[in-house]
């Protein structure tokens, strides 16, 4: 006998390279049986998510339109100020009553009361109008007169200065203002906290009932959903493969211009890399002389941002903000596939790992906000960002630079 | 150019579902890929389920398959993935697993003047399986300890210990197979 090898690895190692399996037929029935049970259930689920994402989106837009029933009977209370003005051909000084009452009514009946009342008005001496305006922080402050379910209301436009003379519910001053075009004032409560069409709103010291109190609280919080396409690179440039990501957030009104958002995404990100930018697998050892040339990766991302947002005074129903922050990237599955200055059987095409990676607070977000008011319910925000890493992320360790568009419909409970 | 004639037709087969491609190319690579699982794995049948696992995945990834390159290198990383998927997923059955590798050896082996690759395979697969999974990764196919503590989730001193451990087994039932030849 010929004793055996004392060098285990060259034993094994050529030992075991001159296999011969013969084929085994029951090894196929049992693949194809595995293969007829996939075929049944080959429908890729989880790429219904985008669709189903932008058909929920569409649908919470509908239902959260202003002027649905489901709106209109989940409006906040409201107040209602019934102002008498003078008609421009009858006026008549004397009916000019400063007074306006407070009562909880549904907004869509004031304003079908508001369309109204000129008309029913029309031989009167004076036009009664109702001016609805929702609560929260208003555009309308107002404050007690002598009689206890009675408010007046105070209204200064963004060019008046400060010591412009405050709306105080006369007719003629108010019509003098908005050019005799009396507005329905929508709740623009939580973005336009300084004022319908820019000016400057202060709620006076109003006794309110929880419910109001309430109202104004529950503004500050909105829930959203976003969609985004995301360009990554190693560096800044080379910008060549996007990928999207849908996710969700929550954002709370901190201060009356500062909010905190947090949220998470799901999505990819595509970039390829050269091989010096990306970490060496040793596996090259394999192949002395020859390196990676190229690497395609294409990794499934859990985006975790924390970002602090600044809020510049809103222009009618737009607004600006920017903000900051840092985001946490948990690396799902990361599949890279690599070319080599060298064809070698020996070293792998592809790599997948699965779970390996976890960058806390790894990533620095930089971002600009457009955000239109839809409703007072409802916005719609368009969010140019760039991501800077902190970090080297992924199993390549590589400088991984993003930038995008988040689209987001966010909305008030 | 492919390294079988007509690999681009079964693979433009397997990727349009076509059942006959499918068992065109599983037969084609099959030898080589079982003498793969069969290295990781405890027994044929483990190596058939962890074979077709990996199988599974070439068909549902065929489209990524990249036909300018060689096709045994792309299916090799994915036979050695599902291997180590599959220790894995047995990894809390592996541990009360606790094997007397040299047991059974003087009655299962068939000495004569030279070590079959039969009997090299089941001196491996006697192998504790995580002993089998680092010994496999780093002798026969090259992978460094480092990788290997990655893809087996432990740390590099511990794959060093169980490459060394694994050694000691193999060179002790290789013992047991020599004083059973003599």
Not at chain 1, 36 to 58: E, G, H, N, Q, S
Not at chain 1, 66 to 86: K, L, R
Not at chain 2, 109 to 124: A, G, K, S, T
Request: net charge negative.
């Amino acid at each position: 006998m010929q004793p055996y090898k004392d060098d285990i690895d060259q034993l094994f190692q050529e030992g075991l390279s001159s296999g011969n399996i013969p084929f085994d037929e029951s090894a196929w029935i049992k693949m194809e049986k595995r293969l007829d049970a996939a075929d049944t259930i080959a429908f890729a689920y989880w790429k219904l998510i985008y669709p189903l994402a932008v058909i929920l989106v569409i649908v919470l837009a509908i239902w959260l339109w202003p002027g649905t029933s489901d709106n209109a009977e989940s409006a906040p209370p409201v107040v209602t100020e019934n102002i008498e003005t003078h008609n421009n051909t009858d006026a008549n000084p004397s009916s000019a009553n400063n007074e306006s009452s407070t009562t909880p009514e549904i907004g869509a009946k004031e304003k079908e009361s508001y369309k109204q009342a000129p008309e029913e008005e029309d031989n009167a001496e004076t036009d009664t109008t109702t001016l609805t305006e929702s609560l929260g922080p208003s555009k309308i402050s107002a404050e007690n007169t002598d009689e206890p379910d009675v408010v007046r209301a105070t209204v200064s436009e963004n060019e008046a200065t400060e010591n412009s003379p405050s709306f105080t519910g006369g007719g003629e001053e108010y019509q003098s203002r908005f050019g005799g075009d009396l507005k329905i004032l929508e709740g623009l409560d939580w973005m336009a906290l300084d004022g319908y069409r820019g000016g400057e709103v202060e709620m006076t010291e109003v006794p309110m009932d929880t419910t109001r109190e309430e109202v104004i609280k529950k503004s500050k919080l909105l829930f959203g959903l976003t969609v985004s396409n995301d360009w990554s690179a190693v560096g800044v440039s080379e910008f060549t493969n996007s990928g999207p990501s849908i996710g969700a957030i929550v954002e709370y009104l901190v201060l009356k211009r500062i909010s905190v958002l947090a949220g998470a995404s799901i999505g990819s990100r595509k970039y390829s890399a050269v091989g010096e930018e990306y970490w060496r697998p040793r596996w090259m050892d394999r192949s002395p002389g020859n390196e990676i040339n190229t690497i395609a990766a294409n990794c499934r991302v859990v985006d975790i941002p924390v970002n602090i947002y600044y809020h510049f005074a809103p222009k009618g129903l737009n607004q600006f903000s920017i903000g900051s922050g840092i985001s946490s990237y948990l690396m799902l599955r990361e599949d890279y596939a690599y070319t080599y200055n060298f064809a070698d059987p020996n070293l792998p095409d592809t790599w997948v790992w699965e779970n390996r990676n976890k960058h806390y607070f790894g990533v620095y977000n930089l971002s600009v906000v457009y955000r239109r008011q839809l409703s007072d319910k409802l916005y719609l925000g368009v969010e140019p960002y760039f991501k800077i890493p902190l970090t080297e992320i992924g199993i390549g360790e590589v400088d991984l630079y993003s930038f995008g568009t988040t689209v987001s419909l966010k909305f008030k409970k | 150019m492919s390294e079988v004639p007509n690999l681009d037709i079964i693979i433009k087969g397997c990727s349009k579902n076509d059942r006959e491609s499918q068992k065109q190319l599983y037969k084609l690579y099959y030898s080589y890929a079982m003498s793969i699982c069969l290295r990781y794995s405890r027994n044929y049948d483990d190596a058939v389920e962890v074979l077709n696992d990996a199988f599974m995945k070439v068909f549902s990834n065929i489209d990524k398959y990249d036909t300018a390159r060689p096709f045994k290198a792309w299916l090799r990383v994915i036979l050695i993935n599902a291997s180590i998927d599959h220790y894995k997923k047995n990894l809390k059955h592996n541990k009360n697993q606790e094997l007397s590798e040299t047991q059974g050896m003087t009655s299962d082996f068939r000495p004569d003047n030279e070590i079959r690759y039969e009997d090299l395979m089941r001196l491996v697969q006697k192998l504790s399986p995580v002993y089998r999974a680092v010994f496999n990764l780093y002798v026969i196919d090259g992978y460094k300890h480092k990788e290997i503590a990655e893809m087996l989730n432990i740390n590099v001193s511990t794959s060093k210990a169980n490459l060394t451990k694994a050694k000691a087994n193999l060179r002790k039932m290789l013992k047991v197979y020599e004083d059973a030849a003599i």
